[in-house]
C-alpha cells in the first residue's frame, strides 16, 4: 500500500497538471497556477494557492453564507421588530391602491440614508381606515428588508408595558426604544388621557428626540386638534411640540379601506353561505375573477334549512331568522 502522502499526490494529479519548465501545478480547467513560490527565512518555498477556477468557487460559497445569514438577521429583526404578526403583510408587494401618498412611504425608504442622518421623521394623520398604519407598515418591512433595525409599536402597548415596571425598568425600556435606527409608533391620542398616561408619552417622544432618530407617528387627531390641545394645555404642547419639529406631517385624506374590506367580506360570506358553487380568490379585493363572479348571475340558492327545533321564543330560533333574512337580503 502506498504511503498517504502518496494517495495524496496521486489524487492531486487527477485534477492538476504539472507544468515542468517550472515545477508549479496548474488547473487543468483555467490554467492559473495552484502552487506558488515564497521566500521563507531566506530560502524559496512551494506553497499552495487558490487558481480562478477556486476563488470563483469560494466567493460562490461566501456569498451564500452572507445570504443566509441577512436572511436570519432579516428575520430576527422582524421577530422583535414587528410586534404585530399581521405587520408582516403589510408590504409594497401587497399594495394594491392607487392612492399617490404611497409615492412618499416609496421615497421615503429609498432615501432612507439621507432621513437617517437629518433625523426624518413622519406625521400620519387622518381619520380612522385611510391607511396610516399600512403605510407605515410597508415602510418598516422595507427597511427590515434591507437589515435596519426597525420597532413598528403602539402607544396602548407600550403604556400596558410600563404599567408593570418599576421607575428604574421603566427608565431602561424607554431607553431602549432609542436603540431602533427608526421607531414607529401606532395610534397616538387614542389612549386614555391621564396625568400618568400623558407623563409616559413625553418621556417616550423626549427619549426619542434626544437620540436624534428619527420615528413615525400615527395618529387619527388632525394637525388643529394639536394645535387647540396644545394651546389649552401644557401637558399636550410638550408632546405635540416635539412631534411636529421632526416628523413632517402627512395627511391621509382618501377613502376607508376597512369599511371597503368590510363590504367584501361581507359579500365573500353570502356567496359561501348561500350559493352553491363559489370561487374565492388569493386577492379578493383586487382580483377581476372574483369582481367578474360577483357581478355574474348567481347560482340557484339553496332552499333554506329546516327549522330550528328549539321554543318560538328562545333567543336561538330568533338569531338564526335574523340571519337567514340579512343573508338572503344581500347583506344590506
Known amino acids: 500500500m502506498k504511503p498517504l502522502i502518496s494517495i495524496t499526490d496521486d489524487m492531486i494529479a487527477v485534477h492538476t497538471v504539472r507544468e515542468y519548465n517550472d515545477g508549479l501545478l496548474y488547473c487543468p480547467v483555467c490554467h492559473q497556477k495552484k502552487q506558488t513560490r515564497l521566500i521563507w527565512n531566506g530560502s524559496p518555498v512551494v506553497v499552495s494557492c487558490m487558481c480562478r477556477c477556486e476563488e470563483e468557487a469560494y466567493e460562490a460559497e461566501q456569498k451564500t453564507f452572507r445570504e443566509r445569514e441577512r436572511m436570519n438577521t432579516i428575520r430576527s429583526l422582524k421577530a422583535s421588530g414587528l410586534q404585530d404578526p399581521m405587520l408582516k403583510d403589510y408590504t409594497f408587494e401587497h399594495d394594491y391602491s392607487t392612492d399617490p401618498v404611497m409615492d412618499k412611504a416609496h421615497k421615503y425608504v429609498e432615501r432612507w440614508h439621507a432621513c437617517y442622518e437629518n433625523n426624518i421623521g413622519l406625521l400620519l394623520f387622518g381619520p380612522v381606515g385611510t391607511g396610516k398604519t399600512f403605510f407605515a407598515g410597508c415602510i418598516a418591512n422595507a427597511l427590515l428588508d ?13 403604556i400596558n ?18 436603540s431602533y435606527d427608526l421607531l414607529i409608533i401606532d395610534d397616538l391620542g387614542i389612549e386614555r388621557n391621564t396625568e400618568y398616561v400623558l407623563e409616559q408619552i413625553y418621556s417616550i417622544i423626549d427619549a426619542r428626540y434626544r437620540s436624534r432618530k428619527p420615528m413615525i407617528i400615527t395618529t387619527n387627531l388632525g394637525l388643529n386638534d394639536m394645535r387647540n390641545a396644545a394651546a389649552s394645555d401644557i401637558r399636550y404642547a410638550r408632546i405635540y411640540d416635539r412631534i411636529l419639529e421632526i416628523c413632517q406631517p402627512i395627511p ?63 333567543w336561538c330560533s330568533k338569531l338564526h331568522q335574523l340571519c337567514w333574512l340579512h343573508l338572503s337580503s344581500g347583506g344590506s
Not at 434591507?146 to 407600550?158: G, R, W
Open 146 to 158: 434591507q437589515c435596519v433595525p426597525v420597532l413598528m409599536t403602539n402607544f396602548s402597548k407600550i
Open 161 to 178: 408595558t410600563l404599567s408593570g415596571m418599576y421607575n428604574e425598568d421603566k427608565n431602561a425600556y424607554i431607553e431602549s426604544l432609542s
Open 252 to 314: 391621509f385624506t382618501g377613502k376607508n379601506y376597512r369599511l371597503e374590506k368590510a363590504r367584501t367580506n361581507m359579500e365573500i360570506a353570502r356567496q359561501i353561505l348561500l350559493y352553491d358553487s363559489f370561487y374565492l380568490s388569493s386577492t379578493p379585493h383586487n382580483n377581476q375573477v372574483f369582481q367578474n363572479y360577483i357581478s355574474s348571475p348567481k347560482p340557484k340558492k339553496r332552499e333554506p334549512p329546516q327549522e330550528v327545533k328549539t321554543t318560538p321564543n328562545s
